[in-house]
């Protein structure tokens, strides 16, 4: 059984750092895509970051420069490390895998930016 547990998330001043954590289970972790997507209240879920099981990464144009997507495989972890916050970067965060056909989530975690 697939299993993704996001960690990491609260509240924080504009320009403040966060590091949310997303730990696998139930996957062969380092042969899949990992994937962070963001949702604010009302929006649609978005793609923040993704990074491939070569380690390459893309990003959503609107968190470049700012955040940065990492795993570590021997943890089953993927990382996403969020720096210079921004009011607008308020959501719920959520990790995410791909396996074949069928997507897992995380529960995810709250990112809360005051202003």
């Known amino acids: 059984q697939v299993q993704l547990v996001e960690s990491g998330g609260g509240l924080v001043q504009a320009g403040g750092s966060l590091r949310l954590s997303c730990a696998a289970s139930?996957?062969?972790?380092?042969?899949?895509?990992m994937n962070w997507y963001r949702q604010a209240p009302g929006k649609q879920r978005d793609l923040v970051a993704r990074i491939f099981s070569n380690g390459s990464t893309n990003y959503a144009d609107s968190v470049k420069g700012r955040f940065a997507i990492s795993r570590d495989n021997a943890r089953n972890t993927v990382y996403l490390q969020m720096n210079s916050l921004k009011y607008e970067d308020t959501a719920a965060y959520y990790c995410?895998?791909?396996?074949?056909?069928?997507?897992?989530w995380g529960q995810g975690t709250q990112v809360t930016v005051s202003s």
């Open positions: 995410n895998v791909n396996r074949g056909a069928s997507p897992y």
């Open positions: 139930g996957i062969t972790f380092k042969i899949y895509t």
